[in-house]
């Protein structure tokens, strides 16, 4: 490049040529134009920033190599042209030309500006990044700006990391909207679990003790004690949702007391006594005569009371059931075992789980419930900062053990008072009354009907099955395998019948989901072997997990063979056509 004669094409300078040359332009000594384009050079040639030496109309007059190679362009490509016509701004929008433009106009007027610009700098000039880009004038000595240098820094990876930053904060704007219509949801939920549904279900109780106060008829009695047992069950579902709710969200709180834990245990236990004693159990408590702490009467009452009704619910007659409760220095522990068919060690970790109603909730016989009994356990023992765990019981049963801090009082001792004692009492008899009804219900069920879950698409068949069961079972009918395997959870039948055309689920693929599904372990799996070749034939049927194979082909008789031999015969015997 020539300027006045001269050509500027030293890019490396000692440093003292460079010191003399930055003294001169200081004492405006040879301040021409030139000596500030060769101070200019000097500044921008040591440097690996985008920088580019323009005249005052904006025209390319020198540039570094690294704005070269950062473009993919070579120098005579640009020299000469306006900034905003060369590569690297080659389309990238009018409306940045346009700023450009008026940034250069700003520049030669004597203004330094600063802005981001979007210009091809990455991958040789392929990729658009971004530049911090200052345009500064530099004046001649009669203050007429001769030259403008314009450098710009890479701030392409910052640029990324505010976008994405921008469009998290937009994510987690619309997360705090929707949490927000949550929590609005969950108020509203909460009003009516307390308002709308407790307060008719207390009443429903509450008026079927008058009435079976006074009742003499056995049926009526049998029928509102069915009606009793349906409320309680309502209602302390009710009352654990609402529990589950307030620990979800931090929001359940422990009225803490300094109070004796052995009390609270002896007097749950005490309430459970006439039930035991009826059912020819005997309960064995033993507990130190005082063990002070500080903790929530109501609460650990209701622990107490759900791990007792738990294991009176599951110990058969003449069984046994433990409760013991022993302090140390800073921590109690509280046990309840049972003599009766134990806790199979597959349930262990899913014991404490919410809703585990099917095989009990624990994994025994089947009981009423929603499955929040144990659940609700484990929430109130983990507010007091204590520990629940399940084992096997010398007694053959399952044994529960709770762990919980004395909570030695600070500073002021705070007394229970008398309205929570009686909330911890009514609680208890709460579970107690749901146990005892619902353990009468069970036994005034001498013979309890059967449930036949079937699914068979061909015209009649399911007809003729139907028909020679009659009245002897409850039966559901499928349209198919899907609904077949839904209805078996919910339902738990006695047996599922599955037929030769099950829908878009083949009958061996039935079959397998039946055999391998936890919850179904105690339903009979009945196959129905068709005629066709394309029929799945009685081995394979077997080998998919039927457990009795019948002909398809037998008309109204099937239904009672059917019948006959799905209420005889043994898991393990598979039947052939």
């Known amino acids: 490049m020539t300027l006045h004669g001269r050509r500027l094409d030293h890019w490396t300078t000692s440093l003292d040529a460079i010191e003399a040359l930055r003294e001169r332009y200081e004492r405006g000594t040879e301040g021409d ?10 500044l921008h040639a040591k440097s690996s920033s985008f920088i580019l030496l323009l005249d005052d109309r904006g025209h390319v007059l020198d540039v570094n190599p690294a704005a070269l190679i950062a473009g993919g362009v070579d120098r005579s490509e640009v020299i000469g042209l306006p900034l905003w016509t060369t590569a690297w701004w080659t389309g990238v929008g009018e409306g940045t030309v346009t700023w450009l433009r008026e940034a250069v106009t700003a520049a030669a007027s004597g203004r330094f500006t600063r802005f981001d610009a979007d210009l091809h700098v990455e991958n040789g000039g392929e990729s658009i990044g971004t530049l ?31 976008q994405r930053l921008e469009r998290q904060n937009a ?53 509102l004690g069915s009606i009793r047992l349906a409320a309680l069950s309502a209602l302390e579902q009710v009352n654990d949702m609402l529990e589950q709710v307030k620990a979800d969200h931090g929001e359940a709180q422990l009225a803490l007391v300094d109070a004796d834990l052995a009390g609270a245990v002896r007097t749950v236990a005490e309430q459970f006594e006439p039930l035991a004693l009826d059912r020819g159990i005997d309960l064995v408590v033993n507990t130190p005569d005082d063990v002070r702490a500080r903790f929530d009467v109501e609460r650990v009452s209701r622990i107490v009371s759900n791990l007792l009704a738990n294991a009176i619910r599951h110990t058969p007659e003449a069984g046994t059931v433990r409760v013991e409760l022993t302090a140390g220095d800073t921590v109690a522990a ?49 507010l007091h900062g204590g520990d629940v765990s399940l084992g096997e019981a010398e007694e053959g049963g399952a044994l529960f053990t709770v762990t919980l801090p004395l909570r030695p009082p600070d500073g002021e ?9 009686a909330a911890a009492a009514q609680r208890t008899e709460f579970v107690r009354s749901q146990l005892e009804v619902e353990l009468l219900s069970a036994e005034a069920v001498a013979e309890p009907v059967p449930t036949v879950v079937i699914v068979e698409r061909v015209p009649g068949r399911a007809d003729a099955v139907l028909a020679g069961i009659g009245d ?66 009685p081995e394979d049927l077997i080998l998919a997990g039927a457990q009795l194979v019948l002909p398809a082909s037998a008309g109204e008789e099937l239904g009672s063979r059917l019948w006959a031999a799905a209420t005889t015969a043994e898991n393990s015997g598979l039947t052939r056509p």
């Open 33 to 42: 134009a030139q000596t500030r384009a060769l101070m200019a050079q000097v």
């Open 132 to 162: 911090d880009l200052t345009l500064r004038p530099l004046r001649a000595r009669d203050g007429r700006v001769a030259f403008i240098v314009a450098e710009g820094r890479q701030i392409t990876d910052r640029k990324r990391v505010e």
């Open 171 to 223: 994510e987690l704007s619309a997360l705090t909207r929707r949490l927000a219509r949550v929590h609005d949801y969950r108020e509203r939920l909460l009003g009516e679990l307390s308002h709308d549904l407790r307060a008719p279900l207390q009443v429903v109780v509450t008026r079927s003790d008058q009435v079976l106060h006074t009742a003499k008829d056995a049926d009526l009695r049998a029928q």
């Open 334 to 382: 509280l046990v309840v075992a049972d003599s009766g068919p134990g806790i199979p060690p597959e349930h262990h970790n899913r014991v404490f789980g919410r809703f585990r109603s099917g095989l009990s909730g624990d994994g025994r016989a089947p009981g009423a419930g929603a499955g929040l009994g144990l659940a609700i356990v484990r929430e109130f023992v983990e």
């Open 413 to 421: 001792r705070i007394p229970a008072t008398l309205a929570q004692h």
């Open 472 to 537: 002897s079972a409850v039966t559901a009918v499928a349209d198919d395998g899907l609904e077949a395997l839904r209805l078996a959870v919910e339902l738990r039948p006695d047996a599922v019948v599955v037929g030769t055309s099950t829908g878009d689920m083949a009958s061996t693929s039935l079959l397998r989901r039946l055999a391998a599904d936890e919850r179904l372990t105690r339903v009979r799996r009945v196959a129905l072997a068709g005629e066709r070749e394309a029929d799945p034939t």
